[in-house]
């Protein structure tokens, strides 16, 4: 066997070098300081000076920016690039309009498709919600109010449902970060998904809607009253 056979018959030398996404890990950093508000609602994004702080170019945090944009948290000004979108009362409104019913329908179908051990699952999400609400960060006392509503458009069984409830979750994340420290008793404010979770658990459509309908329309009050118009 010649040499050049041997040559290409031997496994190369090194393994390929998975390069990182290097733009979604400064789009992820960049959406906790946001919704931790770390950068506030019409706080500027300094490009240059994300990306000293970063140890990138400026270049991963531009199109880190423009993801932002796409999922609502960031706005583009013409000569002044990026900044944090800031919040009306009336997008709050208009959010919510459909975010209900999406989770009304979502629960409803939920309560046909999921399995028993499923909807069970949901008073023990609502149990940990409770015991650790006063132990959590404010962060992540939000994410794991989303992760219970989430379950619920997950267990519906209908994708496209399942999708559009996820393509609206960072601004319901935004809106929840933005008022659930002006929540006075922690504890209380876990306790609202109960009627939803127990509801769930009987299979009783009408009383999850109505324990639904009833904990989003309050959020909803409570939210869009904290920003002007």
Do not use: W
Not at 68 to 94: I, M, W, Y
Not at 163 to 187: C, H, I
């Amino acid at each position: 066997m010649t040499s050049s056979r041997l040559e290409a018959a031997a496994p190369p030398a090194f393994s390929s070098i998975q390069v990182p996404d290097l733009v979604g890990v400064v789009e992820a950093q960049l959406q906790e300081a946001i919704l931790s508000g770390r950068i506030a609602p019409g706080d500027r994004i300094v490009e240059a000076e994300l990306a000293r702080q970063m140890g990138v170019s400026r270049a991963p945090v531009r199109e880190a920016a423009r993801r932002l944009e796409s999922l609502g948290l960031l706005v583009s000004r013409p000569r002044h690039g990026f900044a944090v979108r800031t919040v009306s009362s009336k997008q709050v409104n208009d959010l919510y309009e459909v975010r209900i019913q999406l989770e009304l329908l979502g629960a409803a179908l939920a309560c046909q498709h999921a399995s028993d051990a499923e909807l069970a699952q949901m008073e023990a999400r609502v149990d940990d919600m409770v015991a650790r609400a006063e132990i959590l960060a404010s962060n992540e006392r939000v994410a794991l109010d989303l992760d219970f509503h989430f379950a619920i458009s997950a267990l519906s069984g209908n994708h496209y449902l399942h999708r559009l409830f996820d393509n609206m979750q960072t601004e319901v994340r935004m809106f929840l970060a933005l008022s659930e420290d002006s929540y006075g008793d922690l504890k209380a404010l876990a306790e609202t998904h109960r009627p939803i979770a127990h509801a769930l658990a009987k299979r009783d459509v009408d009383a999850v809607q109505h324990a639904l309908r009833f904990h989003l329309e309050d959020a909803k009050a409570h939210a869009s009253g904290l920003f002007k118009n």
